[in-house]
């Protein structure tokens, strides 16, 4: 199997540490971009040869470029990106405010955004890549409570799915992993954000809030396996665009493309009838 180079953000925890964990495992080298490096400090020390520990912030636009650079100064090149870091905040549209929505932006669309555009030049020039955007259910369908997290990574999801249009004649993939619930730091306590509850919505969310609270430690989805898939695609001929996680993620995800597909059919004519008539639909090349 033919070594790869990986920048993996987030990597102290959760996803991001278990990829990195496979991907070195596999033999490849990986450059883990973390805030705090003393928390990777273990992976560095396990696999001198083969692990970069960066202090990176994954909203950090500017920095985007050295992360790059530092990368291909120590391994001569860069084979998959994986755009990990993330969190959750859960409240009502009016609970949350312009910062918090604006912060998970930053950090699931605007920072992944920079780091892609860093990283295409070295991947076009050498004709490969694969760019690993971790997106979640909740960016394909959302539910009363999730509206800032799902904003975010519905954004993130068509922002990549133009992405891999763009840079699939350079040889470069774009894979955008929707997991469910797994045993990850996600529902944690120090890293799941809840809005003050309001008495408009207090009864209404609060299913919601106990659900994402009491998930911690006891959601299905083993991360060890996930990242074992997800490198094992890195290393393969061919990866889908997106790659639903988990059984929860694939009966949910598959629940709502089909009820987005009743509705199409149910509101068809309406829709039609918006045209001018005698006027023929457009024909798109893409």
């Given at each position: 199997?033919?070594?790869q ?20 495992a596999?033999?490849d ?6 805030r705090?490096?003393?928390?990777v400090a273990?992976?560095?020390a396990?696999?001198?040869?083969n692990c ?8 950090d ?10 990368t ?5 090149q860069?084979?998959v990106?994986?755009n ?9 549209v ?23 555009r860093?990283?295409?030049?070295t991947?076009?020039?050498r004709?490969?890549g694969?760019i ?30 133009a992405?891999?249009?763009?840079v699939?004649?350079f ?6 992993v929707?997991?469910?619930r ?6 944690a306590?120090d890293?799941?954000?809840?809005t003050?509850a ?6 209404l ?5 106990a ?8 959601q299905?989805g083993?991360p ?9 695609l890195a290393h393969s ?7 639903p996680l ?10 709502a ?6 509705e199409v ?9 918006a045209?001018?008539?005698?006027v ?5 090349a893409?």
């Amino acid at each position: 199997m033919t070594t790869q180079t990986w920048i993996i953000t987030g990597a102290s925890r959760g996803f991001g540490r278990a990829l990195a964990e496979a991907a070195l495992a596999a033999g490849d080298h990986v450059v883990a971009a973390v805030r705090r490096p003393e928390s990777v400090a273990d992976l560095e020390a396990g696999y001198p040869d083969n692990c970069l520990v960066a202090k990176f912030d994954a909203r950090d636009i500017a920095g985007a470029a050295d992360l790059v650079r530092n990368t291909l100064d120590r391994f001569g090149q860069l084979d998959v990106l994986v755009n990990n870091a993330g969190r959750a905040v859960v409240g009502a549209v009016e609970e949350v405010g312009d910062t918090q929505l604006r912060e998970l932006m930053d950090l699931h669309l605007f920072g992944p955004a920079a780091l892609v555009r860093a990283a295409l030049p070295t991947m076009r020039a050498r004709g490969t890549g694969t760019i690993v955007q971790m997106s979640s259910q909740g960016g394909r369908m959302s539910f009363p409570g999730v509206s800032t997290y799902s904003a975010s990574k519905f954004a993130l999801e068509g922002w990549s799915e133009a992405l891999a249009g763009e840079v699939a004649p350079f040889g470069i993939r774009v894979m955008i992993v929707e997991p469910s619930r797994f045993r990850t730091d996600f529902n944690a306590a120090d890293v799941l954000e809840f809005t003050e509850a309001s008495e408009t919505y207090r009864d209404l969310l609060a299913g919601v809030r106990a659900d994402m609270a009491g998930a911690d430690g006891l959601q299905e989805g083993d991360p060890a396996r996930a990242a074992q898939i997800i490198v094992s695609l890195a290393h393969s001929a061919e990866v889908p665009l997106r790659l639903p996680l988990g059984h929860e993620a694939v009966e949910r995800i598959s629940g709502a493309y089909r009820r987005g597909l009743d509705e199409v059919e149910r509101w068809a004519e309406t829709a039609r009838s918006a045209d001018y008539e005698g006027v023929a639909a457009s024909v798109r090349a893409i």
